[in-house]
């Protein structure tokens, strides 16, 4: 039923802009959210929102690696809808396990945080 309408090509087009909601893709295709919700849980085995929040998340992590030095990750949230840095970063954290810039800097590379440890004496 889902698919008839051209409801994934929506969501996916949708799905960069944090501030589209279910109930707005409900009102789009005439159901109410609870319809829509036993539909595709039915056709694509998970929720509407749960659906949409996998496809933000992979978004986010495609364009936090392919972060440069002179980039931002400001720059990622705000083009992905987000308007609070803080709301991005523990979205992200709460999904992934790690935190944005942790994400963007590449495996093995140590965070400042781990530089400034390793470098400082002890304290007696």
């Not at 698919?3 to 295709?29: P, W």
């Not at 970063?89 to 942790?102: A, K, M, Q």
């Amino acid at each position: 039923m889902l698919s008839t309408f051209g409801a994934n090509a929506h969501l996916e087009r949708q799905a960069r802009n944090a501030t589209y909601h279910v109930k707005s893709f409900a009102q789009k295709l005439g159901q109410n959210i609870r319809s829509l919700e036993r539909h595709f849980q039915e056709e694509m085995g998970k929720t509407p929102h749960d659906w949409l929040n996998d496809l933000r998340l992979s978004d986010a992590k495609a364009k936090l690696a392919k972060l440069t030095k002179r980039e931002k990750i400001s720059h990622i949230i705000v083009g992905m809808g987000f308007s609070d840095l803080s709301h991005f970063s523990n979205w992200f954290l709460r999904n992934t396990g790690r935190r944005p810039s942790d994400f963007a800097r590449p495996e093995g590379k140590p965070s400042h945080r781990e530089r400034v440890s390793r470098n400082s004496k002890p304290l007696r």
